[in-house]
């Protein structure tokens, strides 16, 4: 695959996810390394929409999730489950959408620009694998339409590697 992505012109949101996803499985194709398709979803993400921060983080002990692959500025390093809303995701096994940050009860702000937040968890055998998340620097800027495709991303993850 080339390094550029290929996106229709004047795309709507849904649009670019339908035009990457299958750029993504072709990307993930033949990778055996778990690390090596996360860096390069988080790249693809960040190009296609340009978002203030999207990343991983993975459960390496029991309750605590570790920063992985991302795009983005300096992020923070561990986070436990019952901290922010990765740790939200991480403990309730589902994708948290957070319209204003800083109205979400214990937020970490690892970014003051940080406005909006995703986070979609990777479950498998019961247990929270890794988080996938997403900031914006604009309020309300996640919706069904995020939370479906990159639910369907996770779940490429999910497939090939857990």
């Avoid at 398709?37 to 605590?64: C, M």
């Avoid at 589902?94 to 937040?117: N, R």
């Avoid at 929270?128 to 939370?147: A, E, H, M, N, R």
Wanted: charge should be negative; proline fraction near 4%.
């Amino acid at each position: 695959m080339s390094e550029e992505l290929l996106l229709p012109d004047n795309a709507t949101r849904e649009e670019i996810y339908a035009a990457i996803l299958p750029q993504i499985e072709a990307v993930m194709d033949g990778v055996d390394d778990l690390i090596a398709n996360l860096a390069n979803i988080a790249a693809i993400l960040k190009q296609a929409f340009d978002f203030h921060w999207v990343g991983f983080y993975r459960t390496t002990t029991p309750n605590l999730l570790m920063l992985g692959p991302f795009q983005g500025p300096l992020a923070c390093v561990s986070i436990a489950f019952d901290k922010g809303v990765c740790g939200a995701a991480a403990t309730t096994q589902k994708t948290v959408i957070v319209e204003d940050v800083d109205q979400f009860p214990g937020h970490i702000a690892c970014s003051s620009l940080s406005k909006s937040e995703i986070v979609v968890p990777l479950v498998a055998g019961g247990e929270t694998k890794l988080v996938l998340d997403i900031d914006s620097d604009k309020i309300d800027d996640f919706g069904v339409v995020d939370q479906r495709y990159l639910e369907q991303i996770v779940a490429l993850i999910a497939k090939r590697h857990f």
